[in-house]
């Protein structure tokens, strides 16, 4: 028989999530979906597990090598666990509400699983917490998303919030215009993805200037704007341009004092989206926060959304204030513990009678003890000295 500690081993970047950490987190998606519900965003609740077939199509087809997959035992087709909930939040719009007014305000909360972590990342097991705009194109529907995502951050209490923009079509239609091969287009994308400049000449050939005047034109969005401007790109580049300059327009209207900045050239990650992408970071945090941008879902719909990650949130966010925790005596009337607790006490019932209550109250962690119809402050020094004479008595 194996013996507890082996039983407590689990796959590598897989972990339990154990009090009170568990209980924030959920408090913390609780108050997200909330906020998302206030701006007209519908909560819905897409399977674990579906066919491959459907996981995996359209801009699920960018996390086939992060899927689990398994042999459905009924149906005997393939199965994937999802890696990413928005795949699922298209594929539910284009069958289940194909016949909804668009455009349609969704979101979502739930567990991911990956093949394998990364290396600022390890976690496998991952919580999504998200929002998608399907059906709804120009810089109004992108401006929404990415104001709804700061003032999401804001209600959280995080601050030094940033919202780092990206453009992954700019390179793409720049090169394509100029005549660049597929093959060559990928090259030049990887090495535009490590700020490279030594290698995006050698791939860009005689239009490396323009190339590389991408990665000088990163920075804070007024600064990029005016950097991009001055870059001599082919109309069809000149156009992803103009619907970056937009975006950024609208969002400033409303938050002049957000901090944007952009980077034009970057690409990784944000393989599906055929629009202005963003990411999100805030002061204190060590990884990214969450990010999003503008994809086509389902039947060809035009959309836009946001994925927050509940780890890297939770590192970021504010302790939680400590909870009241009182310890009702064995025998205290159900009517009395159940006013205490609409008052907003966490009451925890004795089991047995105890002589030193202060004592059995420090050890399972409440601050206050219900005596003589009180409450009565737990005195910490006291239950630590009772401890100790209890030990030399024995």
Not at 82 to 107: C, E, G, W, Y
Not at 130 to 145: H, K, S, T
Not at 255 to 278: C, M, Q, S, W
Request: some cysteine; charged content about 20%; hydrophobic content about 45%.
């Amino acid at each position: 028989m194996q013996s507890s500690a082996a039983n407590a081993l689990l796959p590598t970047g897989l972990s339990d999530l154990l009090p009170p950490d568990a209980a924030f987190e959920a408090a913390v998606v609780d108050r997200l979906t909330a906020l998302f519900a206030s701006q007209g965003y519908e909560r819905i609740k897409p399977p674990l597990i579906e066919f491959e077939t459907s996981l995996l199509a359209g801009a699920g087809a960018a996390m086939a090598e992060h899927t689990f997959r398994l042999m459905d035992p009924i149906s005997h087709r393939m199965m994937g666990l999802r890696a990413d909930m928005t795949p699922q939040v298209a594929r539910i719009a284009a069958t289940r509400l194909k016949n909804s007014p668009r455009p349609l305000r969704l979101s979502y909360a739930g567990q991911v699983l990956r093949v394998k972590g990364t290396e600022l990342k390890p976690a496998r097991q991952l919580g999504q917490v998200g929002i998608e705009l399907i059906g709804a194109e120009g810089p109004a529907a992108d401006a929404e998303v990415i104001l709804l995502a700061a003032e999401t951050l804001s209600t959280l209490g995080l601050e030094g919030l940033t919202i780092d923009l990206n453009l992954p079509t700019l390179v793409p239609a720049a090169a394509q215009a100029l005549g660049f091969r597929k093959t060559a287009i990928k090259s030049l994308v990887q090495a535009l993805d490590r700020k490279d400049a030594a290698a995006v000449a050698g791939h860009a050939g005689r239009h490396a200037v323009l190339f590389q005047g991408l990665i000088g034109a990163a920075g804070p969005a007024r600064r990029a704007l005016a950097a991009l401007q001055r870059l001599d790109l082919p109309p069809e580049a000149a156009e992803e341009r103009r619907r970056l300059a937009e975006v950024v327009a609208h969002v400033f209207r409303a938050l002049p004092k957000l901090h944007l900045t952009i980077d034009p050239a970057e690409h990784r990650g944000f393989e599906y989206y055929n629009g202005v992408g963003f990411s999100l970071f805030a002061r204190g945090a060590r990884n990214e926060l969450g990010r999003g941008g503008r994809y086509v879902s389902g039947e060809g719909e035009p959309s836009t959304g946001f994925s927050l990650y509940l780890d890297s949130l939770i590192q970021a966010l504010p302790a939680p204030a400590a909870t009241r925790r009182i310890l009702l005596p064995l025998g205290t009337a159900r009517g009395a513990a159940a006013r205490l607790r609409r008052e907003g006490w966490i009451t925890i019932g004795a089991l047995h009678a105890t002589a030193d209550m202060m004592d059995e109250a420090h050890r399972l962690h409440c601050s206050h003890v219900w005596q003589g119809a009180r409450a009565i402050p737990v005195a910490r020094s006291v239950a630590k000295t009772g401890s100790r004479r209890r030990k030399t008595k024995a």
